[in-house]
């Protein structure tokens, strides 16, 4: 598709599961982002990628957080021992560098702890 | 860090009224900017955005936003909402975060409902 593509739409996993996100960016683009937005909040930053390389990770809350671009399009966001103040949208992005700054946001992955 | 702020968490307009929704962002360089909209089920698309030149900026579906230097503003405008615009709109900034990289930072976002 033309779009950012993001799996699974929805997920519900119990507290203490291990959670893994997927994202597909748009073809051609090589930075890559994850946000995470809570109810009644805005998107927030988690981590960037340039290519395969984790550019800024700053966002991400602990250390439960990882995620991996090893060929430099598909990312997977994981989640270790999830809490349930984990449940959120996660939504991934991505930009070409060369239309400015604009970044394409996917549908976004719900995930809910119980 | 950067912030920043959208004033209205809620606002609520029948239709064919202005629209006017307010973003202030914290940074002092340059910066671009953005309007997202996110309409009920849907993911965030771009409604317009400022990099440089003309501080008003028309985007999409009759929307503009006027990049006010001083005031460390842009504003979100329409003349006449329709129904269909109702929707959650998000401010954001793109500016130097952690790591030394650039960042998107969003406002908490100002839903808007429009009554027919």
């Known amino acids: 598709g033309a779009g950012v593509s993001q799996t699974p739409s929805n997920k519900v996993t119990e507290k203490g599961k291990y959670v893994e996100l997927r994202c597909d960016p748009i073809?051609?683009?090589?930075?890559l982002y994850w946000y995470r937005q809570s109810l009644g909040q805005g998107p927030e930053f988690l981590i960037y990628?340039?290519?395969?390389?984790?550019?800024?990770d700053s966002g991400l809350p602990n250390d439960r957080f990882f995620a991996v671009r090893p060929e430099g399009s598909v990312s997977t966001l994981k989640i270790q021992r999830t809490e349930r103040g984990d449940s959120a949208v996660y939504l991934c992005?991505?930009?070409?560098?060369?239309?400015?700054?604009?970044?394409?946001f996917g549908e976004g992955s719900w995930l809910t702890v119980v | 860090a950067q912030s920043v702020s959208q004033h209205n968490h809620h606002v609520i307009l029948s239709e064919a009224a202005s629209l006017e929704l307010g973003c202030n962002y914290s940074?002092?360089?340059?910066?671009?900017l953005f309007w997202y909209v996110q309409y009920p089920g849907q993911h965030l698309q771009l409604l317009l955005k400022?990099?440089?030149?003309?501080?008003l900026v028309k985007g999409i579906k009759g929307f503009e936003a006027e990049f006010i230097k001083s005031k460390f503003s842009f504003n979100l405008r329409k003349p006449s909402v329709q129904w269909s615009d109702t929707a959650e709109y998000f401010c954001?900034?793109?500016?130097?975060?952690?790591?030394?990289?650039?960042?998107?930072?969003f406002g908490k976002g100002t839903k808007l409902s429009v009554i027919p």
């Open positions: 990628f340039q290519g395969t390389g984790a550019a800024d």
């Open positions: 073809s051609g683009h090589t930075a």
């Open positions: 954001a900034v793109w500016s130097p975060g952690g790591a030394g990289s650039y960042q998107l930072t």
């Open positions: 940074y002092g360089g340059t910066v671009n």
């Open positions: 992005a991505s930009s070409s560098g060369t239309d400015g700054n604009t970044i394409y």
């Open positions: 400022y990099f440089s030149g003309d501080p």
